[in-house]
Nanobody, 126 residues
């Protein structure tokens, strides 16, 4: 079993920055070989893809809406994945979830992940 725990959410003004963390735990080899993604669910809307990283961190993927503003990275020694968010906009307001699955396919964009965290709220005020 794998557990994912998000942290770092909060209230920030438009134009500000936040860094989200996703701490993973479980069977070491499983966590190490996992692709990790961030999704978000804005109020009243469906969950949407934000960013993803391959197990090694050598490949990253972003939604067009966050490209150039958000950066996903991972520190496998710490079993943690980060989402650095800059130039935040009110439309970035959402509950942010991290998700993981074995890195065995190239489909990083759809929410077909095996493990999910509980989510962390990000609110961007105008």
């Amino acid at each position: 079993q794998v557990q994912l725990v998000e942290s770092g959410g909060g209230l920030v003004q438009a134009g500000g920055s936040l860094r989200l963390s996703c701490a993973t735990s479980g069977r070491t080899f499983t966590v190490y070989g996992m692709a990790i993604a961030w999704f978000r669910q804005p109020p009243g809307r469906e969950r949407e893809f934000v960013a993803a990283t391959s197990w090694s961190g050598s490949r990253t993927y972003y939604a067009d809406s966050v490209k150039g503003r958000f950066t996903i990275s991972r520190d496998n020694a710490k079993n943690t994945v980060y989402l650095q968010m800059s130039s935040l906009k009110p439309e970035d307001t959402a509950v942010y979830y991290c998700a993981g699955r074995p890195d065995t396919t190239n489909n990083y964009y759809t929410p077909t992940y095996d493990y999910w965290g509980q989510g962390t709220q990000v609110t961007v005020s105008s």
